[in-house]
């Protein structure tokens, strides 16, 4: 009886740690899944949610709210009794919905700022990523898969030139002409990012005209100035002791 009760703890002992070791690894499995699967919804979602709509196209916003609607699909398989999940999914099966069937370009979103440029230019890289490993993949088409890409990077360019653009033409209107010059090239340089680009080229090409006429308003600007100023009455400077001194009593002030 004894011998048997030792036998039988020397082998259900190590298949309790042995099970309770695969529960464990089961679990923490799992747990790694649902943090990898919430991490890539965040990101889709800021892509939707934060990026200006100019800057989305109708098949790009399909592309990213089907990516979006199968993570949380996942995600609810992981967690099937979270409530919020289910919402989430409804709202953009709903949305994905609206956008194949009746869209409607939404009203332009003006950045005010580099620093929200670079945000969205941040937020279209990681879109541009989701889109090559999908090709990558062959869960995209690949030749599709390019088109969105050029379209992409066409969009991380535009919406910090539409930045600089801006910026510049204010600072024209303000007089700040040499500023104004440097911001427009600024943004030049960022078109030549991609050659062959007929959107980029012609962008490239209006932004030059801006700097010629930029340009001419500067030396309008100089010679208005300069013809200001040889009308001005010369001031006349202040006489130094010397001079003083020789003018009231003959001589030098040295001399004397």
Request: with cysteine.
């Amino acid at each position: 009886m004894l011998l048997s009760l030792i036998l039988t703890l020397v082998f259900v002992i190590p298949l309790l740690v042995y099970a309770a070791h695969l529960v464990q690894k089961i679990r923490l499995e799992k747990a790694r899944r649902v943090a990898e699967l919430t991490y890539r919804y965040k990101i889709s979602h800021a892509i939707i949610s934060g990026i200006p709509p100019q800057y989305l196209s109708q098949d790009l916003l399909v592309f990213i709210l089907g990516e979006s609607i199968q993570i949380l699909q996942n995600l609810r398989r992981e967690t099937p009794r979270d409530a919020r999940l289910s919402l989430a999914l409804s709202n953009k099966k709903q949305h994905l919905q609206e956008v194949q069937n009746a869209y409607v370009k939404p009203q332009q979103t003006v950045l005010s700022s580099v620093k929200d440029a670079k945000l969205v230019q941040a937020r279209l890289s990681a879109l541009r990523n989701i889109i090559s490993v999908r090709s990558n993949k062959n869960q995209l088409d690949m030749s599709e898969g390019k088109k969105m890409i050029r379209h992409v990077n066409w969009q991380i360019v535009r919406c910090m030139t539409d930045v600089l653009m801006e910026r510049a033409a204010k600072l024209a209107e303000g007089k700040s002409y040499r500023l104004a010059i440097h911001t427009y090239n600024n943004a030049l340089q960022l078109f030549a990012k991609l050659p062959g680009h007929g959107k980029a080229m012609l962008s490239a090409e209006r932004c030059q005209q801006r700097i010629e006429a930029v340009e001419i308003e500067f030396r309008k600007y100089l010679a208005e100035v300069e013809e200001e100023n040889k009308n001005k009455p010369v001031e006349k400077r202040p006489a130094t002791i010397e001079e003083a001194w020789e003018k009231k009593y003959g001589g030098t002030l040295c001399a004397s």
